[in-house]
């Protein structure tokens, strides 16, 4: 059996061995989560190579269905995710779990809490990777996006995410999945000022996890009265409300039927298709935007105008005005016609 070493990163390379892209590309098609592993973390890493294999590898016959789990820090979502991947490994299904942790401050890498506490998760149709926020605003970034394509590709059948937590901007994990469950808890404060939070605004599915604390009846219905008064999507969808009891896996069955329903309701209308669409959309640009950036802050020009913009406004200078110029010039590169 070929024996392989593993970076901190969750990549893999044969020892004794180096691997190449063909290497890389073969044990992908063959099925080896190692391969799968080892693309992601060269995706996280910047490696040109990283994307370059997925855009080989990308089978656009592969749809998963992709769900999204977000709520505040403790509301119990990773217990949650640990007790839905293990019924859907049960029924056959291939989960992967994308879930995202802090960065750290030194290496800018996951401190891995969510993947210590889904140690229940062992099934050989199960894979999680923990990934860092990398200081996005949205809550996501651009790498666990091109996760969530790595794990399609090798033909997971449902992919979940579950965010670090939440404030009024972790919105962004509505645009890359199908259904997005918030999770809340009783006893989580004022319930009616915690309603107010624009999360609430994204849930497709409300989950009550720990229903069996005092306080769930009431925020039952504060949750209810909402979803009358505020949340009636546009295409006519009502989020429904779901208790669950993670740790037991009580209420898991009526969440799952949530998730079908949705999934369900969402192919009836086409926005399925339009969600696949706009994330396709979304996945053009942030990989323009990012070739674009990398390829301008590579070059030395660009470092000697921006110091000599630091040094004007420094000096006096009009620090917007320095901002739209240095764009402009940027915009037309080294030699402008």
């Known amino acids: ?10 990549g893999g390379v044969l020892k004794g061995k180096a691997m190449n892209r063909q290497d890389l590309a073969d044990r992908f098609r063959a099925g080896d989560r190692r391969a799968v592993a080892r693309i992601i973390s060269l995706i996280e890493q910047g490696d040109p190579l990283g994307t370059s294999l997925l855009a080989e590898l990308y089978d656009p016959s592969k749809r998963a269905i992709r769900i999204g789990l977000t709520g505040a820090p403790g509301v119990g979502k990773s217990t ?7 019924i859907l490994e049960k029924q056959k299904k291939k989960i992967g ?3 995202i942790d802090p960065s750290s401050p030194f290496t800018k890498g996951a401190f891995l809490g969510d993947r210590v506490r889904m140690q229940d998760i062992k099934g050989t149709n199960v894979f999680v990777r923990s990934m860092a926020t990398r200081g996005s605003t949205g809550g996501l970034s651009w790498p666990a996006w091109l996760t969530t394509a790595v794990l399609e590709a090798f033909g ?8 670090v937590g939440v404030g009024q901007v972790d919105v962004e994990i509505r645009e890359l999945v199908d259904t997005t469950c918030v999770v809340l808890q009783p006893e989580a404060g004022d319930s009616m000022q915690f309603l107010k939070a624009g999360l609430m605004e994204i849930a497709d599915i409300y989950v009550v996890n720990k229903a069996d604390k005092p306080g769930t009846n009431a925020m039952v219905a504060d949750l209810k009265d909402f979803v009358k008064l505020i949340t009636v999507r ?6 429904p409300v779901v208790l669950t009891i993670a740790n037991t896996g009580k209420g898991l ?3 799952i039927r949530a998730i079908d329903s949705h999934k369900g309701f969402l192919e009836q209308t ?5 969600k696949r669409k706009a994330r396709i959309k979304r996945q053009l640009k942030q990989h323009f935007y990012e070739k674009m950036e990398n390829e301008i802050w590579r070059a030395e020009w660009s470092d000697t105008l921006v110091q000599a913009a630091v040094n004007r406004i ?3 200078g009009d620090a917007l005005k320095e901002a739209e110029e240095l764009a402009a010039s940027l915009i037309a590169g080294p030699n402008p016609v």
Do not use: C, H, Y
């Not at 059996?1 to 969750?10: A, H």
């Not at 949650?80 to 293990?86: G, I, P």
């Not at 546009?234 to 989020?239: A, I, K, S, T, V």
């Open 1 to 10: 059996m070929e024996e392989w070493t593993f970076s901190q990163t969750g």
């Open 80 to 86: 949650l995710v640990n007790s839905f991947a293990s």
């Open 97 to 99: 779990v994308v879930a």
């Open 156 to 163: 997971f059948d449902t992919i979940v995410i579950e965010t």
């Open 234 to 239: 546009e295409n006519g969808w009502r989020p």
């Open 253 to 255: 069955d009526e969440l």
């Open 270 to 274: 086409k926005e399925l298709d339009e």
């Open 314 to 316: 420094i000096s006096g």
